[in-house]
């Protein structure tokens, strides 16, 4: 009778998991081109026909992915959301842990400030789809679109970024963080910032740049901290009774 030897099973000729790889890759190469689509053309100039085209995808791929055109935008509104909490998330926690710290002197509360700063730059101006992001948002806020992004944001890292500021600014200058003129202050402080965003393009040209990547970025960022303290130690001195 022959040896008969056992030998081990032959593995698979394709990973168990490929095909959610897979479609986890096609999905995410959809959203990818239907966030470009839309920032370019808002919501009503972006068809579902354009996006699966430029996606490379049949019409029934996209909508098994997502149902609809309301599907897909939602999907890029919630691309858009995720990244900014996943990014600044942490930086938000580590600033809290500063502001409720009721012995942080002046120097910390003003680095932790600082680290929102450059954590919302980092967000707004590195990635390579900064610029469509930037798109989507403003159509987000102008356009007939279906208005979900600053839904999302709300409900996430968003409120609290602006809270932690806040009171780290309020500790910093001695002053109420309940009055209005606080959180307006804040927003001109990081609107410092959303310009570089916002007028990306135009403002590139005019400072003679051939890009805005991660040395022009540093550069916008130790900026915009000057004058942040500049503004805030003045705010502080003006805070301070005679």
Known sequence: MANMTSRPPRPPRHRADAGYARGEETRRRIIEVALRLFGERGYEGASTRDIAAAARVNAPALQYYFGN???????????????????????VAQA???ADDAA?????????????LEALADYQLVPDDAEHRRLF?????????????????????????????????ARYCGIDPTDPVVRM???????????????????????????????????????ALEHCRVLMDSWRDGARPE
């Open 96 to 98: 809290q842990a500063v």
């Open 185 to 223: 202050r804040i927003m001109m402080l990081f609107g410092q910032v959303m310009v570089f965003s916002l007028g990306r393009r135009s403002l590139v040209s005019k400072l003679g740049w051939e890009r805005m990547g991660p040395a022009e970025v540093a550069l916008i960022k130790q900026a």
């Open 137 to 169: 948002i403003a159509h987000e806020q102008v356009g007939p679109g279906p208005g979900m992004l600053f839904e999302m944001l709300e409900r996430g890292a968003h409120p609290r970024m602006g809270e932690v500021a806040t009171q780290l600014i």
């Open 69 to 91: 055109k309301e599907g897909v935008y939602r999907a890029c509104a919630a691309y858009i959301a995720d990244g900014w909490a996943a990014q600044v998330s942490p930086v």
């Open 104 to 116: 942080a002197p002046a120097e910390q509360l003003f680095d932790a400030f600082g680290r929102l």
